[in-house]
């Protein structure tokens, strides 16, 4: 069993396959971004002093992480002092990467473009290239570049970005289509599933009227698939007349406890038909995808309240490891995360083994 993002523990090696302990906590970062209100995020953190003071290191020193296996967690932490780094070859990694970037951005005709989906596919189609010996953070290797530079989410286009434009998260030129209410559909019930690509079996049958906004939508996926309310959140849909090469685009942020155009947003308005696909990202910070396919169009049914949930998966519980342990069945449903690292297995507990053994740990729900 998974945790609820699907994660399994997290395994560290040292260069000479020394395994690390791995200890985690928390951290809390202040993330602003243009136009919108500082947001304070709470990260995952693993705690390296132990290591590090035992390779004494210094200010200046570097942790080259290699990946063993990206599925499993599993990754090779090397020291490296400061008077070993290979400035020429990280140079070199550096103009791989930015050229990449820059030309990935330039493909679209617009000024500026999401940083999540450039940043993964240029290190996909790197893969081969860039093996060994990295570069610098794609960060401080956009930043020293020129050509392409930062603006909040997005990686700007300096060739075709105006001097003096205000940077707007939600009018970017290549924001997705909204249309004129469909007179017709207003009055429909539209039947989705959504799902996680990465957590198969798991889904919710969402019906929404023609009428519903994405701010109801937007909603509904927190209630479905139990997230906080304190992250950010976008549907998007990819154009039909650019083929293959259409990118997801968005129709604009949904910001905790505060309305938004997107919020206004007709279901009717999104141009939708049967089989099409959206995607839902929520948390801009961990980036978690949810893909929703309009399965159905069909009349209001009497006595339903919409928007609602339909249908979910049948759920496949787990027990509380700490109960099975003393011979009892009870149902998991928190996932221990420091635990789960530390013992290399999965620690899944019941609210009254995590109240009473792991009350300082850090824990996720787990979803079913």
């Known amino acids: ?56 290191a210094k200010p200046g020193d570097s942790i080259l992480v290699s990946i063993r296996d990206w599925e499993k967690r599993h990754y090779v932490l090397t020291w490296e002092p400061s008077g070993e780094k290979q400035v020429e070859l990280i140079a070199k990694q550096n103009s791989l990467l930015v050229e990449k970037i820059y030309r990935l951005v330039g493909e679209e005709d617009i000024d500026h473009a999401w940083a999540a989906e ?53 009018g970017y030129e290549g924001e997705a289509e909204v249309h004129a209410p469909d007179l017709e559909k207003q009055g429909l019930v539209f039947v989705f599933q959504a799902s996680l690509p990465y957590r198969k079996g798991l889904w919710r049958r969402l019906e929404l009227l023609g009428t519903n906004t994405l701010g109801d939508f937007d909603s509904l996926m927190h209630t479905a698939f139990e997230h906080d309310w304190d992250h950010l959140s976008e549907f998007r849909i990819k154009p039909k007349d650019r083929g293959k090469r259409a990118r997801w685009e968005g129709f604009g942020h949904h910001i905790p406890f505060e309305r938004s155009a997107a919020n206004e947003i007709q279901i009717s308005q999104l141009g939708l038909a049967l089989g099409d696909l959206l995607n839902y990202v929520y948390d801009f910070g961990d980036w978690i995808e949810h893909d929703i396919a309009l399965e159905k169009l069909m009349p209001p049914e009497p006595g339903n309240q919409y928007p609602r949930i339909a249908d979910r998966n049948k759920p496949k519980y787990e027990n509380c490891v700490s109960c099975q342990e003393r011979g009892i069945e009870s149902r998991a449903i928190w996932d221990c995360i420091w635990c789960s690292n530390d013992q290399q297995r999965d620690i899944l507990l019941c609210e009254e083994c995590t109240a009473r053994e792991h009350e300082d740990h850090y824990v996720e729900p787990i979803l079913y």
């Open 118 to 170: 450039i940043i993964q596919t240029a290190y996909a189609q790197l893969r081969d290239e860039m093996r060994g010996y990295p570069g610098d953070h794609w960060i401080q290797a956009v930043e020293a570049d020129g050509r392409v530079a930062i603006g909040g989410l997005r990686i700007l286009y300096l060739a075709r970005y105006e001097e003096g434009t205000d940077y707007e998260p939600d």
């Open 1 to 56: 069993m998974l945790g609820k993002l699907g994660k399994p523990p997290l395994t560290l090696r040292t260069s000479s396959d020394e395994q690390l302990p791995v200890k985690m906590s928390s951290h809390k970062l202040e993330i602003e971004l243009p136009d919108m209100k500082p947001q304070t995020v709470t990260v995952p953190t693993v705690d390296l002093s132990e290591w590090l003071r035992a390779k004494e």
